[in-house]
Protein backbone atom coordinates (compact mmCIF):
# COMPACT_ATOMS: atom_id res chain seq x y z
CA UNK A 1 0.00 0.00 0.00
CA UNK A 2 1.19 3.32 -0.84
CA UNK A 3 2.53 5.63 2.06
CA UNK A 4 0.21 8.05 0.17
CA UNK A 5 -3.07 5.85 0.76
CA UNK A 6 -6.10 7.29 2.67
CA UNK A 7 -7.19 4.35 4.91
CA UNK A 8 -10.88 3.89 6.30
CA UNK A 9 -11.94 1.02 8.43
CA UNK A 10 -15.63 -0.64 9.52
CA UNK A 11 -16.16 -3.00 12.17
CA UNK A 12 -19.52 -4.21 11.38
CA UNK A 13 -21.97 -7.01 13.31
CA UNK A 14 -23.41 -8.38 10.30
CA UNK A 15 -23.36 -7.97 6.81
CA UNK A 16 -26.55 -6.04 6.15
CA UNK A 17 -25.24 -3.32 9.05
CA UNK A 18 -22.66 -1.58 6.71
CA UNK A 19 -24.59 -1.72 3.55
CA UNK A 20 -27.76 0.28 5.75
CA UNK A 21 -26.10 2.26 7.84
CA UNK A 22 -22.58 3.08 6.28
CA UNK A 23 -22.66 1.88 2.65
CA UNK A 24 -23.06 6.25 1.51
CA UNK A 25 -19.73 6.51 3.35
CA UNK A 26 -18.19 3.44 1.92
CA UNK A 27 -18.61 4.05 -1.33
CA UNK A 28 -17.81 7.64 -1.05
CA UNK A 29 -14.43 7.80 0.32
CA UNK A 30 -13.64 5.03 -1.77
CA UNK A 31 -14.49 6.94 -4.85
CA UNK A 32 -12.41 9.38 -3.32
CA UNK A 33 -8.95 6.86 -3.73
CA UNK A 34 -9.27 5.61 0.20
CA UNK A 35 -8.87 1.72 1.09
CA UNK A 36 -11.57 0.63 3.07
CA UNK A 37 -11.70 -1.97 4.85
CA UNK A 38 -14.86 -4.19 6.30
CA UNK A 39 -14.41 -6.31 9.33
CA UNK A 40 -17.17 -8.18 9.29
CA UNK A 41 -17.49 -9.84 12.65
CA UNK A 42 -20.34 -12.63 12.30
CA UNK A 43 -22.55 -13.53 8.70
CA UNK A 44 -25.74 -12.65 10.63
CA UNK A 45 -27.29 -16.85 9.90
CA UNK A 46 -29.43 -16.96 12.39
CA UNK A 47 -31.02 -12.98 13.57
CA UNK A 48 -30.22 -10.87 10.56
CA UNK A 49 -31.85 -14.00 7.59
CA UNK A 50 -35.25 -13.52 8.32
CA UNK A 51 -36.17 -14.02 4.62
CA UNK A 52 -33.46 -16.97 4.20
CA UNK A 53 -35.05 -18.92 7.35
CA UNK A 54 -38.71 -18.76 5.43
CA UNK A 55 -37.47 -20.88 2.27
CA UNK A 56 -38.41 -25.00 2.26
CA UNK A 57 -35.41 -27.05 3.29
CA UNK A 58 -33.16 -24.25 3.76
CA UNK A 59 -30.36 -25.46 6.36
CA UNK A 60 -27.66 -23.03 8.36
CA UNK A 61 -24.84 -24.04 5.47
CA UNK A 62 -27.20 -22.53 2.81
CA UNK A 63 -27.78 -19.56 4.77
CA UNK A 64 -23.89 -18.81 5.79
CA UNK A 65 -22.90 -19.46 2.69
CA UNK A 66 -25.55 -17.19 0.71
CA UNK A 67 -25.02 -14.05 3.71
CA UNK A 68 -21.27 -14.59 2.58
CA UNK A 69 -21.72 -14.24 -0.98
CA UNK A 70 -24.42 -10.99 -0.64
CA UNK A 71 -21.96 -9.45 1.61
CA UNK A 72 -18.81 -10.29 -0.88
CA UNK A 73 -20.92 -8.72 -3.47
CA UNK A 74 -21.80 -5.48 -1.52
CA UNK A 75 -18.57 -4.61 -0.41
CA UNK A 76 -17.13 -5.18 -4.25
CA UNK A 77 -19.78 -2.81 -5.32
CA UNK A 78 -19.66 -0.02 -2.71
CA UNK A 79 -15.49 -0.86 -3.51
CA UNK A 80 -14.16 -2.28 -0.34
CA UNK A 81 -12.39 -5.34 0.55
CA UNK A 82 -13.87 -7.39 3.05
CA UNK A 83 -12.58 -9.74 6.10
CA UNK A 84 -15.18 -12.12 7.88
CA UNK A 85 -14.23 -13.31 11.41
CA UNK A 86 -17.29 -15.58 11.99
CA UNK A 87 -18.21 -15.20 15.36
CA UNK A 88 -21.64 -16.46 15.08
CA UNK A 89 -24.81 -14.24 15.66
CA UNK A 90 -27.44 -13.82 18.32
CA UNK A 91 -25.28 -13.66 20.15
CA UNK A 92 -22.04 -12.67 18.84
CA UNK A 93 -19.30 -14.37 20.51
CA UNK A 94 -15.91 -12.88 19.82
CA UNK A 95 -12.62 -14.56 21.30
CA UNK A 96 -9.13 -13.48 22.04
CA UNK A 97 -8.01 -14.65 18.81
CA UNK A 98 -10.32 -12.39 17.12
CA UNK A 99 -9.14 -9.35 19.19
CA UNK A 100 -5.73 -10.11 18.46
CA UNK A 101 -6.66 -10.02 14.29
CA UNK A 102 -8.73 -6.57 14.51
CA UNK A 103 -5.19 -5.29 16.74
CA UNK A 104 -3.22 -6.47 13.73
CA UNK A 105 -5.80 -5.18 11.10
CA UNK A 106 -5.35 -1.37 12.80
CA UNK A 107 -1.82 -1.66 13.05
CA UNK A 108 -1.44 -2.75 8.98
CA UNK A 109 -4.25 -0.25 7.51
CA UNK A 110 -3.36 2.91 10.30
CA UNK A 111 -7.36 4.31 9.22
CA UNK A 112 -7.94 7.82 9.23
CA UNK A 113 -11.21 6.90 10.32
CA UNK A 114 -13.24 4.09 12.07
CA UNK A 115 -16.95 3.24 11.82
CA UNK A 116 -18.82 1.17 13.87
CA UNK A 117 -21.91 0.80 15.80
CA UNK A 118 -23.73 2.95 18.08
CA UNK A 119 -22.95 2.10 21.57
CA UNK A 120 -26.20 0.95 22.64
CA UNK A 121 -29.35 -0.95 21.46
CA UNK A 122 -31.76 -2.28 23.51
CA UNK A 123 -32.80 -4.41 20.14
CA UNK A 124 -29.50 -6.14 18.66
CA UNK A 125 -27.31 -6.84 21.50
CA UNK A 126 -24.69 -7.92 18.95
CA UNK A 127 -24.49 -4.22 17.97
CA UNK A 128 -22.82 -2.44 20.75
CA UNK A 129 -20.83 -5.29 21.75
CA UNK A 130 -19.32 -4.90 18.00
CA UNK A 131 -18.67 -1.51 18.81
CA UNK A 132 -16.91 -2.33 22.73
CA UNK A 133 -14.57 -4.78 20.39
CA UNK A 134 -13.89 -1.90 18.18
CA UNK A 135 -12.74 0.62 20.99
CA UNK A 136 -11.15 -2.44 22.45
CA UNK A 137 -9.13 -2.94 19.45
CA UNK A 138 -8.54 0.53 19.05
CA UNK A 139 -7.33 1.28 22.39
CA UNK A 140 -4.75 -2.02 22.72
CA UNK A 141 -3.36 -1.14 19.05
CA UNK A 142 -1.44 1.40 21.16
CA UNK A 143 0.04 -0.21 23.54
CA UNK A 144 3.49 -0.98 22.74
CA UNK A 145 4.25 -4.05 24.90
CA UNK A 146 1.33 -5.22 22.49
CA UNK A 147 3.59 -7.76 20.33
CA UNK A 148 6.91 -6.10 21.48
CA UNK A 149 8.85 -5.14 18.29
CA UNK A 150 6.12 -5.39 15.88
CA UNK A 151 6.99 -3.28 12.77
CA UNK A 152 4.21 -0.89 12.33
CA UNK A 153 2.87 2.86 12.10
CA UNK A 154 -0.34 3.57 14.26
CA UNK A 155 -2.47 6.73 15.39
CA UNK A 156 -5.52 6.04 17.15
CA UNK A 157 -8.37 7.25 14.45
CA UNK A 158 -11.18 8.93 15.21
CA UNK A 159 -14.39 7.15 15.49
CA UNK A 160 -18.30 7.00 13.93
CA UNK A 161 -21.17 5.77 15.29
CA UNK A 162 -23.49 4.97 12.16
CA UNK A 163 -27.02 5.26 13.07
CA UNK A 164 -28.72 2.61 14.63
CA UNK A 165 -32.57 1.22 13.46
CA UNK A 166 -34.28 3.05 16.04
CA UNK A 167 -32.02 5.94 17.06
CA UNK A 168 -34.09 7.66 20.18
CA UNK A 169 -34.22 4.33 21.85
CA UNK A 170 -29.97 4.26 21.19
CA UNK A 171 -29.04 7.47 22.65
CA UNK A 172 -27.86 8.64 19.40
CA UNK A 173 -27.63 11.70 18.60
CA UNK A 174 -26.30 13.09 15.15
CA UNK A 175 -23.51 15.32 15.36
CA UNK A 176 -22.11 14.44 11.35
CA UNK A 177 -24.29 14.35 8.32
CA UNK A 178 -22.31 13.26 5.71
CA UNK A 179 -24.28 14.70 1.92
CA UNK A 180 -23.90 10.91 -0.07
CA UNK A 181 -26.02 12.50 -3.07
CA UNK A 182 -23.08 11.38 -5.62
CA UNK A 183 -23.03 7.75 -4.55
CA UNK A 184 -26.22 7.28 -3.59
CA UNK A 185 -27.42 5.24 -6.30
CA UNK A 186 -24.36 2.52 -5.47
CA UNK A 187 -25.95 2.24 -1.98
CA UNK A 188 -29.27 1.67 -3.32
CA UNK A 189 -28.60 -0.78 -6.20
CA UNK A 190 -26.20 -2.57 -2.85
CA UNK A 191 -29.49 -3.35 -1.12
CA UNK A 192 -30.55 -5.45 -3.47
CA UNK A 193 -28.02 -7.90 -3.13
CA UNK A 194 -29.64 -8.14 0.67
CA UNK A 195 -31.95 -10.09 -0.63
CA UNK A 196 -32.43 -11.80 3.00
CA UNK A 197 -33.55 -8.88 4.47
CA UNK A 198 -35.52 -6.93 1.39
CA UNK A 199 -38.27 -5.40 4.22
CA UNK A 200 -35.62 -3.37 4.97
CA UNK A 201 -35.41 -1.46 1.22
CA UNK A 202 -37.44 1.02 1.59
CA UNK A 203 -37.42 1.86 5.12
CA UNK A 204 -33.51 2.88 4.83
CA UNK A 205 -34.03 4.85 1.70
CA UNK A 206 -36.54 6.84 3.54
CA UNK A 207 -33.77 7.28 6.26
CA UNK A 208 -31.50 8.71 3.54
CA UNK A 209 -33.85 11.08 2.46
CA UNK A 210 -35.12 12.20 6.10
CA UNK A 211 -30.78 12.92 7.21
CA UNK A 212 -30.52 14.59 3.60
CA UNK A 213 -33.75 17.09 4.19
CA UNK A 214 -31.51 17.79 7.59
CA UNK A 215 -28.07 18.06 6.58
CA UNK A 216 -29.44 20.82 4.29
CA UNK A 217 -31.37 22.70 7.02
CA UNK A 218 -28.23 22.37 9.09
CA UNK A 219 -25.52 23.46 6.05
CA UNK A 220 -27.69 25.51 4.17
CA UNK A 221 -26.50 23.52 1.07
CA UNK A 222 -28.60 21.56 -1.06
CA UNK A 223 -29.16 17.80 0.13
CA UNK A 224 -30.82 14.82 -0.76
CA UNK A 225 -29.20 12.00 0.83
CA UNK A 226 -27.57 11.63 3.77
CA UNK A 227 -26.48 9.96 6.28
CA UNK A 228 -25.97 10.63 10.24
CA UNK A 229 -23.13 9.44 12.42
CA UNK A 230 -22.31 10.46 16.06
CA UNK A 231 -18.68 10.99 17.13
CA UNK A 232 -17.12 9.01 19.83
CA UNK A 233 -14.40 11.42 20.60
CA UNK A 234 -13.62 15.01 20.83
CA UNK A 235 -12.15 16.59 17.23
CA UNK A 236 -9.89 19.09 18.20
CA UNK A 237 -9.62 22.14 16.23
CA UNK A 238 -7.37 25.16 15.72
CA UNK A 239 -10.57 27.81 15.12
CA UNK A 240 -14.32 27.54 15.57
CA UNK A 241 -14.73 29.53 12.12
Known sequence: MSEKTKTGLVVTAHPGDFVWRAGGAIA??????????????AYGERGESQFAWKQPGITMEKVRAGRKDEAERA???LGAEI??????????????????RLIDIYRELNPSFVLTHA???????????????????????QAMGHKP?????YAAPPVFLFEPHQPEMCNFKPQVILNIDEVWEIKRKTFEILAAQKHLWAYYERVALNRGVQGGRNTGKPMTYGEAYQRLFPMAL????
Open 28 to 41: LHAKKGYRVKIVCL
Open 75 to 77: AAM
Open 149 to 153: GADYT
Open 238 to 241: GELA
Open 83 to 100: EFFDAGDYPLHLTAEHLD
Open 119 to 141: LEDPYNVDHPEAARFAQEARILA
